[in-house]
T-cell receptor, first 110, second 113 residues
Framework: GENVEQHPSTLSVQEGDSAVIKCTYSDSASNYFPWYKQELGKGPQLIIDIRSNVGEKKDQRIAVTLNKTAKHFSLHITETQPEDSAVYFCAASTITPLVFGKGTRLSVIA | NAGVTQTPKFQVLKTGQSMTLQCAQDMNHEYMSWYRQDPGMGLRLIHYSVGAGITDQGEVPNGYNVSRSTTEDFPLRLLSAAPSQTSVYFC????????????FGPGTRLTVL
């Protein structure tokens, strides 16, 4: 089955700097790669996703890149703000249920 | 729309007790799933359902039971609670297939003594 590895497990950045979180997956058939943000005491919420026919997708300060050959994808957050502090999860799937990475705790220091 | 709702928010059980975690959604989603979240372990799939009357096991199904009699509801039953089941449980729903946004509920924090 699919296996998703996520790095780093914790990340601290200064406000205004960029943050990058990386994930690798094992199943070359996976074609959907979402990113979820989980704030303290809440359920995860989708922030951006990418499909296998696209190499990059942007939404304001957030971007995701996908390298299908290397089987890895990354989340980029630019101009970080304190409200970006949260746990971020990557995931991968085909037509089966999503398989999640173990999460990255991002702290943005003001 | 209320989205995905879960009850209770918090629960404390003694070892051996049974209980049902409730999950309901009002978005007419066919796909529903249950995850548990433990520190450093991410979100692990317990059971999922692709429609009423159809359920399947996920990564960590032992000790849990599910049924899906309606599109809206997907309860999770703990048959005989164990301390290893202390966790935060999330229910999620989406359109069928793996390539759609999953909407998560607010979670149930369960402690088994």
């Amino acid at each position: 089955g699919e296996n998703v590895e996520q790095h780093p497990s914790t990340l601290s950045v200064q406000e205004g700097d960029s943050a990058v979180i990386k994930c690798t997956y094992s199943d070359s058939a996976s074609n959907y790669f979402p990113w979820y943000k989980q704030e303290l005491g809440k359920g995860p919420q989708l922030i951006i996703d990418i499909r296998s026919n696209v190499g990059e997708k942007k939404d304001q300060r957030i971007a995701v890149t996908l390298n299908k050959t290397a089987k890895h994808f990354s989340l980029h957050i630019t101009e970080t703000q304190p409200e970006d502090s949260a746990v971020y999860f990557c995931a991968a799937s085909t037509i089966t249920p999503l398989v999640f990475g173990k999460g990255t705790r991002l702290s943005v220091i003001a | 729309n209320a989205g995905v709702t879960q009850t209770p928010k918090f629960q404390v059980l003694k070892t051996g007790q049974s209980m049902t975690l409730q999950c309901a959604q009002d978005m007419n989603h066919e796909y529903m799933s249950w995850y548990r979240q433990d520190p450093g372990m991410g979100l692990r799939l317990i059971h999922y359902s692709v429609g009423a009357g159809i359920t399947d096991q996920g990564e960590v199904p032992n000790g849990y039971n599910v049924s899906r009699s309606t599109t809206e509801d997907f309860p999770l039953r703990l048959l005989s609670a164990a301390p290893s089941q202390t966790s935060v449980y999330f229910c999620a729903s989406s359109f069928p297939g793996g390539a759609y946004e999953q909407f998560f509920g607010p979670g149930t924090r369960l402690t088994v003594l």
